[in-house]
């Protein structure tokens, strides 16, 4: 099964939470980038452009948060 990356409107959506709640969980580190979130701006692009693995992103919030 091929890993499903989707862009962040989508994955707010899909998560039913907003663009500033995921990107505080990536902030504080649950998120990492690689697994859960990625960059696919190209390198002179003046803003990122983020993709999420909607499948890790769920594992992740589903997760106790006394085990994060």
Do not use: F
Not at 20 to 47: T, Y
């Amino acid at each position: 099964m091929a890993t499903k990356w989707v862009k962040t409107g989508e994955a707010c959506r899909a998560l039913g939470i907003g663009v500033k709640h995921l990107w505080k969980l990536r902030d504080e580190g649950l998120l990492k980038q690689g697994v859960h979130w990625r960059n696919i701006a190209r390198p002179q692009a003046a803003r990122p452009t983020y993709q999420w693995n909607l499948a890790k992103v769920e594992q992740a919030l589903e997760t106790p948060q006394e085990l994060r």
